[in-house]
């Protein structure tokens, strides 16, 4: 990935092309109908592609052509131009234009495909060819007039419109697997059809075409800009009366701003490029937008807090109820811990997992670095208090829905996506549940994806004590058996309404496993139930569920069942296996045995509500 891309993800998509490298310069002489007489009057920021060119500059490049494109598609209402010679003749007018400014780069074949712009029924865009094309297939979808028009050169505006252009690409592509011109389309429509005033117009080329642009000395739209330029006129006219300390000072001052301004935004740029954003709907917030949402990040909206930071409660502007999550830790394992959730939470969707919104990265002087991810608000809060806490018990079909919930939230990650994820953090503060109780598993902070080939020993070994697997808090060895434990776990809570450790003392307190297993065995089954289902619900599919919940947290790896057989004997669908014994109270022997003392494991009970690392 290179650095100056990020600038916005609108450019970041033309990454995603490939450009073949073969020439076909001098054939053409079908003269282009594109005047790129803007390239040399246009205020775009040169700087990137004067000798030695530097990375970026080729995107650069691109979205400067791009603009003749958008200015063609107004005029013409083609996306395409007419043949290759066309498009040939095309791109060496720019280039001549590009030399006439002194600037070498060899736009094509390094840049562009000569041909990328004419029609070709192989990449094409879902078939679409002129504006008509286009407003048969998208209009009913979305307006891009809607949310593309005006001034953009606010952030927001620029945000909303860039995801509309995100969104008409994934819809078009979903219609059209092969298409890889669709985001290109979105973006002249957007700037040359959408938009009042043309991508002629910095407010709109800046935002859209993602062209960079030299700071604005005349001509000022913007009311930022206005007001230095206000304050450079004044200082104009001061010249005479200003001492030259005086302005020295104040010279000094606006040239230090500016670089820390530089150094935050280089920040927020750095942790944003290594998110791969997928098409599936997330985004990046502005931090204004988060601060709106939640009073200003107020005291009063602060509905959790856990391992990883706060987090609030947020109405966005159009009304939807979020969840905003801080992530606190300042040290870079967290940025690390933040792209990695990022990642891996945005590329998944499924009714059991909770879906996230968007992130944000904000880096100022005085409030320092903050990262953020935006979730879907769930009104029922986290599965511990209601299992723990509640004045309300949970029900028999509650409970039992909810743990199915959160097999095939679990069987998603395993199966349903390649590399399957490992969540390591199954635990039931970390089940949160919607305003119809259903289950969703959240908390990706240390899901890991499974890369092919890799074994699956890890150094870092990352959990909860208590949920943590023993071969996998022991010795790091890591399998999706792993989460199968953990859920074992979750189970048998829910089943009972006891927490992991059970016993009310210390020293005699004894792994929720040991303790089921023990009156499992003794023909006391009922004893585990919780109070409130006892006698309520049917005894025969409670106790199925408990032997499931024993087996999945069963010490040995190798008698776990996979999430999705343990899916299927918990509807019935096959058989328990008979239980085998447990080999030892886990508890205490393992545990004494190793670095992890006895001590630690219970200093870190009631629950196992923190989390941790050790290496
Ligand atoms: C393009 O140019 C080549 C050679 O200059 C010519 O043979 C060919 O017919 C032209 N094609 C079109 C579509 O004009
Ligand atoms: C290309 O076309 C232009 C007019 O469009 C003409 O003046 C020129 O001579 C042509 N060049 C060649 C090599 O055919
Ligand atoms: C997409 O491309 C692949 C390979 O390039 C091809 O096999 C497939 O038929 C194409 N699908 C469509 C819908 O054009
Ligand atoms: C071309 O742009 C102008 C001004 O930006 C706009 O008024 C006009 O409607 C556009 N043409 C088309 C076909 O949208």
Request: net charge neutral.
């Amino acid at each position: 990935m290179n650095t100056s891309h990020f600038l916005t993800p609108f450019i970041f998509f033309f990454f995603f092309f490939t450009t073949h490298f073969h020439t076909n310069a001098e054939a053409a002489n079908s003269s282009c109908p594109i005047n790129f007489d803007y390239v040399t009057t246009f205020p775009w920021d040169t700087s990137l592609c004067h000798a030695p060119p530097r990375p970026g500059c080729c995107q650069t490049l691109r979205s400067v052509f791009g603009m003749g494109l958008a200015i063609y598609l107004n005029r013409t209402s083609n996306f395409y131009l007419p043949d290759s010679n066309t498009s040939s003749s095309c791109m060496s007018d720019f280039h001549e234009k590009l030399l006439s400014m002194s600037i070498s780069v060899p736009f094509y074949p390094a840049c562009y495909d000569t041909n990328f712009f004419v029609n070709n029924p192989l990449t094409s865009c879902a078939g679409i060819r002129t504006v008509d094309d286009w407003t048969r297939i998208v209009d009913p979808y979305i307006q891009l007039e809607s949310v593309c028009n005006g001034d953009l050169t606010r952030l927001t505006q620029c945000s909303m419109c860039r995801d509309a252009g995100l969104r008409i690409n994934s819809y078009l592509v979903s219609l059209h697997p092969n298409s890889t011109k669709c985001f290109f389309f979105a973006v002249f429509y957007a700037a040359a059809i959408a938009n009042e005033f043309g991508p002629e117009d910095r407010r709109i080329s800046s935002c859209v075409l993602a062209i960079p642009m030299l700071p604005i000395s005349t001509d000022d739209r913007k009311p930022n800009h206005r007001a230095r330029n206000l304050i450079v006129g004044l200082l104009g006219g001061l010249t005479g009366l200003c001492t030259a300390g005086v302005c020295f000072i104040a010279y000094k001052k606006y040239t230090k701003k500016k670089k820390q301004d530089l150094l935050h935004q280089k920040y927020v740029l750095s942790v944003q490029s290594r998110v791969v954003l997928p098409n599936t709907g997330s985004k990046w917030f502005q931090v204004s937008e988060l601060e709106q949402a939640t009073n200003g990040f107020s005291e009063k909206n602060i509905i959790g807090r856990g391992g990883f930071g706060v987090v609030y409660k947020g109405t966005l502007s159009d009304g939807t109820e979020v969840a905003v999550k801080q992530i606190l830790d300042m040290d870079s394992k967290c940025d690390d811990e933040f792209t990695n959730e990022a990642e891996i939470i945005s590329k998944i969707r499924h009714r059991n997992l909770l879906a996230l919104r968007g992130f944000c990265v904000t880096s100022e002087s005085f409030k320092g670095k903050r990262r953020y991810l935006v979730y879907d608000y769930m009104p029922n809060g986290n599965l511990d208090d209601h299992i723990f806490n509640a004045r309300e018990h949970l029900s028999w079909p509650q409970r039992k829905n909810i743990i199915l919930d959160i097999a095939k939230g679990l069987g998603y990650l395993h199966y349903g996506i390649k590399p399957s994820i490992f969540h390591r953090d199954i635990k039931s503060t970390n089940i949160l549940l919607d305003s119809e109780m259903k289950a969703r598993v959240a908390d990706f902070g240390l899901a890991k994806q499974t890369s092919e080939g890799q074994s699956h020993l890890t150094t870092r070994v990352a959990g909860t004590y208590g949920y943590l697997a023993p071969e996998y808090a022991l010795y790091g060895q890591l399998t999706e058996k792993s989460d199968v434990y953990s859920f074992g776990i979750v189970i048998l809570e829910i089943m009972s309404g006891r927490r992991v450790l059970v016993g009310s003392s210390e020293p005699s307190k004894i792994l929720i496993t040991d303790w089921a297993w023990e009156l499992v065995k003794s023909g006391r089954v009922e004893e585990i139930f919780h109070g409130s289902i006892r006698d309520v619900g049917p005894k025969a599919v409670m106790e199925r569920f408990v032997r499931v919940g024993i087996l999945c947290a069963h010490v040995m790896v190798g008698l776990r069942p996979t999430v999705a057989d343990a899916l299927k004997m918990l509807e019935g669908d096959v058989d328990i296996p008979r239980l085998p014994d447990r080999p030892l109270p886990l508890s205490h022997e393992i545990l004494q045995e190793t670095s992890f003392t006895y001590s630690t494991f219970t200093s870190q009970e009631s629950g196992g509500k923190s989390s941790i690392g050790s290496s």
